[in-house]
């Protein structure tokens, strides 16, 4: 995140294991909030971007938003996604010792 472009990229790396294979709630609230922030871009910005995971080893998904949309586009996206940083860090806060979240600046 930068102070005077907003958030520009998101990158998750690992997973949680904080239960068992589809019961981990930390890993599950994590993906929701970050495959939500893709979509909602997508469908309520009308923005596309670029996107890579790799869940089988070690788990990666990441993010990134161009600054190359118009000024409306660039308020939505910025809204969405620093709801999602309140989100990540929010679950990061309860449940420290399966998640960290790194902000760069």
């Given at each position: ?40 871009i997508e469908q309520i910005v ?60």
């Amino acid at each position: 995140m930068n102070s005077k472009t907003g958030v520009e990229q998101f990158k998750m790396i690992g997973h949680a294991d904080s239960g068992p294979y589809g019961q981990d709630i930390v890993c599950a609230a994590a993906s929701v909030l970050a495959i939500n922030t893709i979509n909602s871009i997508e469908q309520i910005v009308g923005v596309k971007p670029e996107t890579s995971e790799d869940s089988e080893n070690g788990g990666l998904l990441t993010a990134k938003f161009s600054a190359d949309h118009t000024r409306d586009q660039l308020l939505q996206m910025q809204a969405i996604l620093r709801s999602f940083v309140i989100g990540m860090n929010d679950v990061a806060n309860n449940y420290s010792q399966f998640i960290k979240v790194n902000i760069q600046e």
